[in-house]
């Protein structure tokens, strides 16, 4: 059968796609290359016939800061490799966001295929970095930047319209329940497609997430007044999880 896109590769190609794209970034970059690494599935070895390849080729620092990528597809595979001066790359490994459960989990394992000057390891500790306040704040920033238009909206599209909007937003509210999980409890979630079930497995998990995070597992996300009941009480929940832990959720009518 002919198949388009990606086909199946065993893992040994993979990595030794990986290693021909290192060669070409030396013959690139050549001495301005700090380190090369591996990041994703293919760095945790859980990468599965059809998975991509994710790299980071670190460039020392210099006068002006790097960050680009290549992202290509040659049809059976698809590949893309981050290019980040090392001052950059430290400083998002050390920078705690609303996605950090999913993003940061690569600063903290890359497969190494150069690193003459041990940088993977600068690279961790620089992840290891954030203080408890730091995740603090994006707890505080995904409540209201997300959750809080999340459920606005859910009660628009409950009372106006259109109904079909409301899986959707469903699901938006159980993957950012999620990562306000994961920045409570410091804890890294391995992929995006285990962001719900390992969330699961967090202590600490406001009342009413299971059930939305399940709802949207089991894909029964047909009957408009089921959704809203679950994720109101995730809400609510929600709500008082925030008091319970200190984190911001109201604040004053104008606060500047």
């Known amino acids: 059968m002919n198949m388009n896109g990606p086909v199946a590769i065993s893992r040994r190609e993979r990595l030794q796609i990986c290693e021909e794209i290192a060669a070409r970034l030396h013959e690139v970059f050549g001495e301005k290359i700090a380190a090369i690494g591996v990041y994703g599935s293919v760095s945790r070895g859980t990468d599965g016939p059809f998975s991509d390849i994710e790299m980071f080729c670190v460039l020392k620092e210099s006068s002006e800061p790097v960050d680009y990528s290549y992202e290509w597809s040659t049809g059976p595979w698809k590949a893309e490799v981050n290019v980040l001066s090392a001052d950059v790359l430290l400083k998002n490994a050390s920078t705690v966001e609303g996605q950090w459960p999913l993003t940061h989990g690569p600063f903290f394992s890359p497969l190494?295929?150069?690193?003459?000057?041990?940088?993977?390891?600068?690279?961790?500790?620089?992840?290891?970095?954030?203080?408890?306040?730091?995740?603090?704040?994006?707890?505080?920033?995904?409540?209201?930047?997300?959750?809080?238009?999340?459920?606005?909206?859910?009660?628009?599209?409950?009372?106006?319209?259109?109904?079909?909007?409301?899986?959707?937003?469903?699901?938006?509210?159980?993957?950012?329940?999620?990562?306000?999980?994961?920045?409570?409890?410091?804890?890294?979630?391995?992929?995006?497609?285990?962001?719900?079930?390992?969330?699961?497995?967090?202590?600490?998990?406001?009342?009413?997430?299971?059930?939305?995070?399940?709802?949207?597992?089991?894909?029964?996300?047909a009957e408009p007044a089921k959704v809203v009941s679950v994720c109101e009480a995730f809400w609510s929940g929600l709500v008082d999880w925030a008091g319970e832990h200190g984190y911001v959720l109201i604040s004053k009518r104008i606060p500047f």
Do not use: W
Not at 131 to 149: Q, T, Y
Not at 162 to 171: E, G, K, Q
């Open 112 to 221: 190494s295929l150069y690193d003459p000057d041990g940088f993977f390891s600068t690279l961790r500790k620089a992840a290891e970095s954030p203080a408890r306040e730091d995740f603090k704040n994006a707890i505080n920033e995904v409540l209201v930047g997300e959750m809080c238009e999340f459920i606005g909206k859910l009660r628009n599209a409950s009372r106006n319209g259109p109904h079909t909007y409301l899986p959707y937003l469903a699901m938006q509210f159980a993957e950012s329940g999620a990562m306000l999980i994961g920045l409570h409890n410091q804890s890294l979630f391995s992929t995006g497609s285990m962001v719900l079930p390992e969330s699961l497995q967090l202590p600490n998990r406001p009342a009413g997430f299971d059930d939305v995070a399940r709802l949207v597992m089991s894909g029964d996300l």
